[in-house]
């Protein structure tokens, strides 16, 4: 591997790729994207992908070693593994990918708070994190808070539909995980 590739480049390399499911954000934005490091002749790059069973993880893996390959290491030098443990949850969506979110009119998943103790009130998710939402759910276009959801499932099943009751605009909302 050429010495010019540093570790910096690698990661900006696989940062760059899209998520299939929620362009426009990348697998970085996500948090899915967990590290990038060399070991001995190789590079390895960590991933954690979102919702279980997502078929897009393939694509993610293919997008990925095409990027770091462009950054000048051979394609028997990438590995990519995939890291269950600790489950992905949508608290490692950055500030950037959250801004992202937004700016393309999709409200972002609120951030969640262990919420042991509270029952009747606390949401389970698939790794049995007992967590809960905090906040209101927020027109992206008004920021008006007076919102009604009209579909648990939007367009893909990490999103729910919603209406905004001071523009009217529907809006998808990426679900807390
Ligand atoms: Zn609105």
Redesign the pocket.
């Known amino acids: 591997m050429p010495e010019i590739v540093t570790d910096e480049v690698l990661w900006a390399a696989a940062a760059t790729v899209p998520d299939p499911e929620m362009p426009p954000l990348t697998i970085a934005d996500l948090g899915i994207l967990r590290s990038v490091e060399r070991r001995g002749d190789s590079v390895v790059v960590t991933i954690t992908p979102t919702y279980s069973g997502c078929p897009a993880v393939d694509m993610i893996e293919s997008g990925v070693i095409d990027a770091v390959v462009d950054a000048g290491v051979a394609v028997d030098r990438i590995r990519v593994e995939r890291v269950l443990a600790p489950a992905w949850t949508t608290d490692w969506i950055t500030d950037d990918g959250r801004r992202k979110l937004a700016e393309s009119g999709i409200s972002p998943p609120r951030t969640l708070a262990d919420a042991s103790g509270q029952p009747g009130s606390v949401s389970v998710t698939l790794s049995g994190r007992r967590r809960q939402p905090i906040g209101d759910i927020s ?1 992206p ?4 808070k007076t919102v009604t959801e009209l579909s648990r499932f939007s367009s893909t099943a990490c999103k729910s539909l919603y209406r ?1 009751e ?2 009217r ?1 529907p809006f998808d909302h990426v679900k807390e995980l």
């Open positions: 027109c276009q008004c920021g008006s905004c001071s523009c605009e």
